[in-house]
Each structure stands twice: as C-alpha cells, then as structure tokens.
C-alpha cells in the first residue's frame, strides 16, 4: 500500500538556519509528490509540487528515487515559516496520501 | 480565485445526534474529497465524489455518508455521532482531470466537538 512518513513531528530551527523537513515515501510506479502548507489560522494550501521544480518562498524540494524521499528544504528559515507542513503522494490514477505531518517552529 | 466554503468553522453535537456538513464550491470543479485532520494522523480521506450523485468511499468511510445533489455542493453526514468523530473536517475540491495539475483548494475546516 501507498504510504507516506515524515518522521518529524516537530521540528524548531532558529531564524535564519537552515531547514529540512523530511518525506518519505512508498510507492511502486512513478509518483507525483506535493507539499502542503497550513498557516495558522489559514486553510491548507499547496507549497510546491515536484513536477514544477520551482522555488516558493525560497523552499525546494528534490524528488530522490533511489531513496524515496521528498525532502523539502529552506537555506534560511524566516520566522513567518512557522506552520503545519505535510507530505503528499498522489499515485497515478488515484487519490491523495497524505503523510501524518510536520510542525515547524522558528525561533527568533 | 477559488473559493471552497465550510458552512462552520465550530460545531458541539451530542452524542447521538445527526450532524451535517456542508462544503460549497464556486469553480465548477468536478472533483469533491471530505478529509479528517488529526494531530499525528494527518489527513485521512472519507468520501470523495467525481461528480453529481456519485460517491465514493474513501479510507475511513466508517460512520459517514456524503450527498452530492448539486455539483457545488457536498456535504457530509455523520448519522449518529461518537465521541471518536471529534476532529477537524477538510473540505476539498479539484479540477476536472485528476492527471492534471493535482491542486487540491481546501476550504477553511469545521472543527466538531462530539460531547
């Protein structure tokens, strides 16, 4: 079965460190990978997504095969980075999984 | 931009009671999901819908049922709630095309209390 793991349930940087949120992902055949965001008090809504390869909010994310991950990465965290961070995997055809989640804390 | 709108942002039910959820649309997406957030769980989909009367479960269908009458309209129905369905509930809709662009537009969440 599809799954989705991001092994941090927490994760606290100060202002200006680097940031990796880890993903992990299991799926046989060729994945589409997202990132979702949730601000405080904002509804959920889509960081980035692999297949664009693009930079939102100075955030990446490299899809690796070899090792199955989607890590999402920031050379400098910002405070307004603070928020509720998951993983997604939508296998071809189907329906969203999403990983159980990630909250990320940046300390002034 | 599109708008996805949850009838409340806060509900207390009893035990028992039959609660409703209503999720609206203003973009004439075809696709309608209903998603349960729960600290360390995540997202865990219940019912989806591709279209007007159609209904799908999802993985956690247990307790619930859905009704799609209108295309911008999905709602979701706990028949008879337990304590165990307290959570914060994820409206979400999607453009025709799931092999399209994969951006799922949530609305802002109804967190139900079941007391």
């Known amino acids: 079965a599809q799954r989705v793991t991001q092994p941090e349930k927490l994760l606290s940087v100060f202002k200006g460190a680097p940031v990796e949120l880890k993903c992990n992902y299991s799926?046989?055949?060729?994945?589409?990978l997202f990132w979702y965001v949730q601000y405080s008090r904002q509804r959920l809504q889509l960081l980035l997504r692999?297949?664009s390869r693009e930079s939102i909010k100075g955030f990446t994310a490299d899809l690796n095969k070899g090792e199955t991950s989607f890590h999402l990465k920031k050379p400098f965290a910002q405070e307004e980075d603070s928020a509720m961070y998951y993983c997604?995997?939508?296998?071809?055809?189907?329906?969203?999984?999403f990983g159980p989640g990630t909250r990320l804390s940046v300390l002034p | 931009d599109v708008k996805v709108t949850q009838s409340s942002r806060y509900l207390v039910k009893r035990t028992g009671e039959k609660v409703f959820l209503e999720c609206v649309q203003d973009m004439d997406h075809e696709n309608m999901f209903w998603y349960r957030q729960d600290p360390g769980l995540g997202l865990r989909l219940i019912y989806f819908?591709?279209?007007?009367?159609?209904?799908e479960k999802g993985d956690i269908p247990e307790g619930y049922s859905v009704s799609r009458e209108k295309k911008e309209r999905f709602s979701l129905i706990l028949e008879s709630a337990s304590t165990n369905q307290t959570s914060m509930y994820l409206c979400a809709s999607v453009p025709e095309d799931l092999s399209g662009l994969g951006i799922q537009y949530f609305g802002a969440g109804t967190r139900l209390s079941v007391l």
């Open positions: 819908s591709y279209d007007v009367k159609m209904k």
């Open positions: 692999h297949i």
């Open positions: 997604a995997l939508r296998p071809y055809g189907q329906n969203f999984v």
């Open positions: 799926y046989s055949g060729s994945p589409e």
